[in-house]
């Protein structure tokens, strides 16, 4: 079963040392403002997809998200 990664303090951390609203963060990663806000906050998990354009999009290695919550994102791709 897979599990859900939920990042919400690291991605908020990230946005807001790039200096982005919500809305600008949302924009660059093609998403809606409300989804990176329920990101942020836990009540929607991290997708893979998201982590990975988060990553594409700002040059951010994808293990600042934390090694035990790459692990299962690794897993849910597989």
Do not use: C, W
Not at 21 to 33: D, I, M, Y
């Amino acid at each position: 079963m897979r599990q859900k990664v939920f990042a919400g303090h690291a991605v908020r951390r990230l946005r807001e040392k790039l200096g982005l609203k919500q809305s600008e963060l949302a924009h660059r990663l093609g998403v809606s403002p409300s989804y990176v806000n329920q990101i942020e906050s836990n009540q929607r998990p991290l997708t893979a997809s998201v982590l990975i354009a988060i990553s594409r999009t700002f040059s951010v290695d994808i293990t600042a998200f934390g090694a035990e919550d790459l692990d299962r994102l690794v897993a849910d791709l597989r």
